[in-house]
């Protein structure tokens, strides 16, 4: 430091990021800013050509499984990097600039994988679209966020066809086919053929870490999807802390086997994960029944699976009821999320398969690891029984990650396991705002990300979700918005107004159930209401069932009481699908 006495630098004040001595310009202090010392370490910037990198020199071995259509397919990291430098090559070659939106339309497989890292590494931007959304969403969201590339499995080419005429950005259509059989040019690039005719060495550029990398939509609830945008610091950060212990614990000895799709939160952050720590990866593909999962775990010995409670539960029930033919014994990590977990999931898991599950609560804008249950050591003394109830909690916030409680009236509420309010969440890659979107406003308060959920914080800061602000349904993983099937289901003629609550379903979490008011003297039937849907809601939204009902309880201030709704109808008995 300048001696701080020294008239040289007493009257110095900071100035758009550089010092200023005196009231004139001089120069930057090297070692202060402001009246805090400087740390002396290097600028380097967190991207994810930090891990490609890693990757390629140290865990070239290490395997990479993918179950295709034509059967296992298998190579190392070192053909992997290999590809991905082609593929970031390709890009470029057909256009592909800085800030580009390139959009996968995918399941999970080595090709996506490598299009996780090659499209950030080159400068742009990895929309990875959900392909179990409804037609008009899918459109909106190829729209919104430009797109100008797509990656599309081919078996997904039916869907992708009957939304293709909408799409008004998307200059060039990759195919990815398991068969080897060319691609249709009408159709669109294949994507082998693109990889073999790109240079095989590539160039990435040093990038800020606050570029983009990747992008993803909210299930939108209501109104439009929402657009979250991760940077390249926000994965690195949020990847270093999957990895720690006291998270997920992943290390190089793991295979992991990633059942929660890429479109949906960046699969949880294991792909990158798994690329820094050189873990062999497994993707399932589209196959992900039971009967497809079971063989794949105990064939390539996964350590760590990852999905949501409806998918880890069909496993779970596939295993119990043909026990001792498949082989859990390599399965070391079990991580539930998007879903609370069901205590007999977790309790089941424990006693047939020696595992605790870990449950981890998060978001598509939380990227998405808000927190993670892993109990603490001081618990050791309590009964089994209270330790099992902690770790059906959605667990601490993430290191990097705060959280708060909020009442409606905007006051932080104690953290004493009791007092409930919406859940808020700050830290590195925690969203700051959606893309283009005119809902910021309403979605932050003073700095905080306004999750949606309602939650309790107890006095070791154990979160727990009780309910949600908003009334989706849950149905294996997926958000199914209430209102806009409310909203359809009104526009039959013969309905004067309906409420749609989700309902326990022992296979989906939750289904929905329509309580639907007829006009007066309209003669209506279920078969009615669900054939007046088809067409305007995607399929699997279309309600379980239908009940008639009097009329919608409403609050004080006419909205809709759905909490009526739930608890009288809360064991609807659901007809024979
Ligand atoms: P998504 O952005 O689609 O991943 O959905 C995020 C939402 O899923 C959260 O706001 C919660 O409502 C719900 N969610 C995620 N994890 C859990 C969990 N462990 N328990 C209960 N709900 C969860």
């Not at 080419?157 to 799409?167: A, G, H, T």
């Not at 990759?174 to 082998?192: F, N, R």
């Not at 960046?266 to 063989?295: C, E, I, R």
Request: charged share 20%; with cysteine; hydrophobic share 40%.
């Amino acid at each position: 430091m300048a001696p701080r006495g020294s008239s040289h630098w007493s009257t110095r004040a900071r100035l758009g990021g550089r010092l200023f001595c005196n009231g004139a310009s001089r120069s930057i202090d090297p070692l202060f800013f402001g009246d805090a010392m400087l740390g002396l370490m290097m600028d380097y910037p967190l991207t994810l050509t930090t891990f490609l990198e890693r990757a390629r020199r140290f865990h070239g071995k290490k395997e990479i499984v993918s179950r295709t259509a034509t059967g296992i397919h298998r190579y190392t990291y070192k053909d992997y990097v290999q590809r991905v430098d082609r593929l970031a090559g390709a890009l470029k070659m057909l256009g592909v600039n800085q800030g580009d939106r390139v959009a996968t339309f995918a399941w999970n497989s080595f090709r996506h994988f490598e299009i996780y890292f090659a499209v950030p590494c080159m400068g742009a931007v990895t929309h990875t679209v959900n392909a179990r959304l409804y037609h008009d969403q899918l459109a909106y969201i190829f729209n919104h966020a430009g797109d100008r590339v797509v990656f599309v499995d081919a078996s997904l080419l039916p869907v992708f066809e009957k939304i293709r005429p909408q799409l008004k950005t998307i200059q060039h259509v990759i195919v990815m086919a398991d068969d080897g059989k060319p691609v249709d040019p009408k159709v669109g690039l294949d994507y082998e053929a693109l990889l073999a005719d790109a240079p095989a060495h590539f160039d990435y550029p040093v990038l800020d870490e606050r570029t983009a990398s990747g992008m993803c939509y909210t299930s939108g609830t209501t109104g439009h999807p929402k657009a979250v945008v991760y940077s390249h610091r926000a994965i690195v950060l949020h990847t270093l802390a999957a990895a720690t212990t006291g998270l997920l614990g992943i290390e190089e000895g793991d295979t992991i086997l990633s059942i929660v799709p890429m479109f949906h939160a960046n699969a949880w952050g294991l792909p990158y994960t798994a690329m820094m720590v050189g873990a062999k990866m497994v993707w399932p593909g589209p196959f992900l029944q039971p009967a497809d999962l079971a063989p794949l775990i105990e064939q390539e010995r996964v350590t760590c699976i990852g999905g949501v409670p409806t998918i880890i539960g069909a496993l779970y029930q596939y295993l119990k009821q043909a026990p001792g033919k498949h082989s859990m014994s390599s399965l070391r990590r079990v991580i539930v999320g998007g879903s609370a977990c069901p205590p007999n999931l977790m309790m089941g898991f424990k006693n047939d398969f020696g595992v605790w599950i870990t449950h981890a609560w998060g978001m598509t804008e939380t990227t998405p690891l808000g927190s993670v249950c892993v109990l603490k050591s001081t618990f050791a003394g309590l009964p089994p029984e209270d330790q099992f109830r902690i770790r059906l909690t959605q667990g601490l916030p993430s290191p990097l990650v705060e959280a708060r409680i909020m009442s409606e009236a905007g006051q932080e509420l104690p953290w004493d396991g009791v007092a409930f309010g919406e859940l808020q969440v700050r830290g590195p890659w925690v969203i700051s705002a959606y893309f283009d979107d005119p809902r910021n406003a309403e979605c932050f308060q003073d700095g905080w990300f306004r999750t949606g959920d309602v939650a309790t914080i107890d006095g070791e800061g154990f979160i727990q979700l009780v309910d949600r602000t908003k009334d989706v349904v849950k149905s294996g993983g997926e958000w199914i918005s209430s209102v806009e099937l409310e909203n359809a289901i009104m526009l039959h003629p013969d309905v004067q107004e309906a409420a749609v609550i989700g309902v326990y379903h022992p296979k989906w979490q939750e289904r929905p159930l329509a309580c639907v008011v007829p006009k007066e003297g309209a003669t209506l039937t279920s078969a009615m209401i669900l054939e007046f849907l088809k067409g305007k809601v995607a399929t699997w939204w279309l309600p379980n069932d239908v009940v008639f009902i009097e009329g919608v309880p409403k609050t004080s201030v006419g909205k809709f009481d759905k909490k009526v709704l739930r608890e009288r109808f809360k064991a609807h008995p659901w007809p024979e699908a």
